[in-house]
T-cell receptor
Framework: AQKITQTQPGMFVQEKEAVTLDCTYD???????LFWYKQPSSGEMIFLIY??????QNATEGRYSLNFQKARKSANLVISASQLGDSAMYFC?????????????????FGKGTLLTVNP | GAVVSQHPSWVICKSGTSVKIECRSL??????MFWYRQFPKQSLMLMAT?????????EQGVEKDKFLINHASLTLSTLTVTSAHPEDSSFYIC?????????FGSGTRLTVV
């Protein structure tokens, strides 16, 4: 079974509008973390936002926010005021276990990604 | 912030030769490094986890004799693709963690001809 599911292979959004990228996850761990990364065509992985399983508030970083619904095991990324430079591949990823227990707990499992295209 | 330098950024090699990819943490000590492989238009798949001074732990289906990983110091890990074949052509990317964060390298695009 997939641990991270991104059901949208591709998404289109008009410049300046908001867009939500979906991510659901599956884990039996109580301690876990959810990440979103942006990967432009150059290939680098750009960290966007992180949500820990014990964080009560939804994470926000500038135009990025994470809609964390623990009971539904979903961690959707919301990008507000889309810009042309937001066009890229977006990956949701999860680490399981407590990273304070060791670096190996930063092992990430990635979803298949969503290709976002921002139209002018 | 934490920086991980990965070299080379791209490499073309002949089938049957070996290629070494380096991943360096520039401003922190990386106790654990991860190596991922990404085929075109696909996700990142973890190949192995390496802890400084010990043998790497490979994911199921990854040939440890083909993908040699060395993590001899707290700032350097290397991935050597031995006897490369065209099917090994892929994007390889490392990530490193020290204490409380995870940083990715910029990736290496390997083409085997």
């Amino acid at each position: 079974a997939q641990k991270i599911t991104q059901t949208q292979p591709g998404m289109f959004v008009q410049e300046k509008e908001a867009v939500t990228l979906d991510c659901t996850y599956d884990t039996s761990d109580q301690s876990y973390g959810l990440f979103w990364y942006k990967q432009p065509s150059s290939g680098e992985m750009i960290f966007l936002i992180y949500q820990g399983s014990y964080d009560e508030q939804n994470a926000t970083e500038g135009r990025y926010s994470l809609n964390f619904q623990k009971a539904r095991k979903s961690a959707n990324l919301v990008i507000s005021a889309s810009q042309l430079g937001d066009s890229a591949m977006y990956f949701c990823a999860m680490r399981e276990g407590n990273p304070r227990s060791g670096g190996s707990n930063y092992k990430l499992t990635f979803g298949k990604g969503t290709l976002l295209t921002v139209n002018p | 912030g934490a920086v991980v330098s990965q070299h080379p950024s791209w490499v073309i090699c002949k089938s049957g030769t070996s290629v070494k990819i380096e991943c360096r943490s520039l401003d922190f000590q990386a106790t654990t490094m991860f190596w991922y492989r990404q085929f075109p238009k696909q996700s990142l798949m973890l190949m192995a986890t390496s802890n400084e001074g010990s043998k790497a732990t490979y994911e199921q289906g990854v040939e440890k004799d083909k993908f040699l990983i060395n993590h001899a110091s707290l700032t350097l890990s290397t991935l050597t693709v031995t006897s490369a074949h065209p099917e090994d052509s892929s994007f390889y990317i490392c990530s490193a963690t020290g204490t409380a964060s995870l940083t990715f390298g910029s990736g290496t695009r390997l083409t085997v001809v």
